[in-house]
């Protein structure tokens, strides 16, 4: 079993940054690739990016390729967001998936709460 907890949302200007942190539990947490995914209000949860079991490569949705990059340490996974626009704006999820990661979010095991991130113009 794996526990995910999500923290680090706010309000932002455009152009700001924000540090999104997800705090994990079990101790099998090297075993699992961990994904963001975002859900704006009206729209489905999308693919932000994921990073692989040992974080050494992650992948990333297009729309914050250059802007957003996540990485872990230890038992916590982060997605440090630069550049940040008004479409960003969403509530931001953790995920955990064994082994491989994926841009599936079917395909994930384990969720977090989201943490809302708001981008004003």
């Known amino acids: 079993q794996v526990q995910l907890v999500e923290s680090g949302g706010g309000l932002v200007q455009a152009g700001g940054s924000l540090r999104l942190s997800c705090a994990t539990s079990?101790?099998?947490?090297?075993?699992?690739?961990m994904g963001w995914f975002r859900q704006a209000p009206g729209k489905e949860r999308e693919f932000v990016g994921y990073?692989?079991?040992?974080?050494?490569w992650a992948t990333y949705a297009d729309s914050v390729k250059g802007r957003f990059t996540i990485y872990r340490d230890n038992a916590m996974v982060y997605l440090q967001m630069i550049n940040l626009k008004p479409e960003d704006t969403a509530v931001y999820y953790c995920a955990a998936r064994q082994y491989s990661g994926s841009y599936n979010e079917r395909d994930y095991n384990y969720w977090g709460q989201g943490t809302q991130v708001t981008v004003s113009s």
């Open positions: 990073i692989n079991q040992s974080g050494s």
């Open positions: 079990g101790r099998t947490f090297r075993a699992y690739a």
